[in-house]
């Protein structure tokens, strides 16, 4: 019997233009898929509802209805079905809300074939390797808070397109770790994941560093040399701490965004460039633009969508969770066997609230198996200090009932402000984090307590 050949992909071109439809259509043929086309969205519906589509490639504006109307249409039966929407030139609203509201991607008119092409390529990029596969059931993010369910699944819906991802979180929250399961994912994991971390490059480096340089550009430059952006191409590319870029950067960053297209130090051409951007950052970034240290339009680009990772601190008995998983990793590189915690440490985990996350979690971990006597871990051995909140709620049960409600609520205030400003080096940027208050509001009651240093 004859071997039954596979289906070719199947794309949905929706555009009231007949001339820009057929143009789409051609090129899409002549990639060797099978095309279907449709002037409007009552059409597109009617064909999405009744026929199986691997892609859709829909105009933004149509006489009767928008591509938004499609994405929203498409995500509302929940289908496994990527679209790019095709927008007018510089209509970067339509791209953005189109973004947000679950497309692919899009495309500017006029388009461009060879943009065209890339993003079909990406997009039908459906079947991944075992190991791709393999990579994507180990997810790196572990716990079963509710805190952290709603983070894996918004980072599977961040995975299905290609809207830029702005990841905020405390120092130590995972942040990397989020972006690395979002390409993870993707249908761009066989891609490079590329992370770099914009406050680690000197100034005078970054455009070469960025975007590569030619053979003989400036005085060291002995041979051509690919950017991130090259790196990265097909794949992801993680702006860590991107607060930290200066404004002369974050200007050339923009264009390479908008553009998708970058040009190496000392050369002449512009190269394409294709690319998800996912950044991220510990700092506030709307305040950093209220305060001219980033581009307005920058951040519009980059926080397109934000994904909030929970402090260590909001995740429950997840501690435990990761704790066990750490202590096997140390264990299966230190080449001994695996540790047991106690009760007694079990419970100074579940108690500490973790200024540092994950980060520091491990730290104490590596220290604690370090120290530890025997086989299991003790909470001796893990070296915690009291917590801010232990130390005043200590402090508020000595107080007892026999002030006025206000000096009461003022003494218990003091000892959780002093407590978290000891645990910080008096560092107060941190101890207002420490304490989930602004920099402001905190500074407003040193001042109101009679808080100083020493």
Do not use: W
Not at 13 to 26: G, K, P, Q, T
Not at 180 to 205: D, T
Not at 271 to 276: A, F, G, P, S, T
């Amino acid at each position: 019997m004859a071997k039954k050949s596979k289906a070719l992909p199947r794309v949905l071109v929706v555009d009231d233009e007949v001339d820009l439809a057929e143009l789409l259509e051609l090129t899409l043929l002549k990639m060797g898929l099978d095309v279907e086309k449709a002037h409007g969205v009552i059409a597109a519906k009617a064909l999405i509802d009744s026929q199986h589509f691997d892609l859709c490639l829909s105009d933004m504006r149509m006489p009767d209805g928008e591509g938004l109307d499609l994405v929203r249409h498409i995500q509302a039966k929940g289908l496994d079905l990527p679209i790019a929407v095709i927008t007018a030139y510089g209509s970067t609203e339509n791209a953005v809300a189109a973004l947000k509201a679950g497309a692919f991607d899009y495309l500017a008119k006029p388009v461009a074939l060879e943009q065209l092409r890339a993003l079909v390529k990406s997009a039908l990029k459906i079947d991944a390797t075992p190991a791709v596969k393999a990579a994507r059931r180990d997810r790196p993010l572990l716990g079963d808070s509710v805190a952290l369910q709603q983070v894996l699944v918004l980072i599977e819906k961040l995975a299905r397109n290609q809207a830029p991802v702005y990841v905020t979180g405390e120092s130590g929250s995972g942040k990397e770790r989020a972006a690395r399961a979002i390409h993870a994912s993707s249908n761009r994991a066989e891609k490079p994941f590329v992370a770099v971390n914009c406050g680690a490059i000197p100034e005078n480096l970054m455009e070469s560093e960025f975007f590569g340089y030619r053979k003989g550009a400036f005085t060291g430059a002995m041979d051509d040399r690919e950017g991130f952006f090259q790196a990265a191409n097909g794949g992801t590319l993680f702006l860590d701490e991107v607060a930290d870029l200066p404004l002369a950067m974050q200007v050339k960053l923009l264009r390479a965004i908008q553009e998708r297209k970058v040009r190496q130090v000392g050369g002449v051409n512009e190269v394409d460039v294709d690319v998800r951007i996912i950044s991220a950052t510990h700092q506030n970034l709307a305040r950093c633009v209220e305060s001219g240290k980033f581009r307005q339009d920058l951040y519009y680009r980059l926080n397109v969508i934000e994904l909030k990772m929970p402090a260590l601190r909001e995740m429950g008995d997840d501690v435990l969770t990761i704790a066990q998983f750490l202590v096997e990793d140390i264990a299966a590189r230190q080449g001994m066997p695996v540790m047991k915690f106690t009760a007694a440490a079990k419970k100074a985990l579940c108690r500490y609230d973790f200024p540092g996350n994950v980060r520091e979690l491990e730290n104490i971990l590596e220290r604690a198996v370090a120290l530890a006597d025997g086989t299991e871990i003790d909470s001796d051995d893990l070296q915690l200090q009291q917590s801010q909140c232990d130390k005043a709620e200590a402090v508020a049960a000595n107080l007892g009932d026999t002030y006025p409600l206000q000096d009461y609520l003022d003494r218990v205030e003091k000892a959780a402000i002093v407590a978290a400003l000891d645990k910080t080096g008096f560092n107060r940027t941190q101890a207002a984090k420490l304490l989930g208050v602004t920099f402001r509001s905190l500074r407003y009651r040193l001042e109101r307590l009679g808080i100083v240093e020493g």
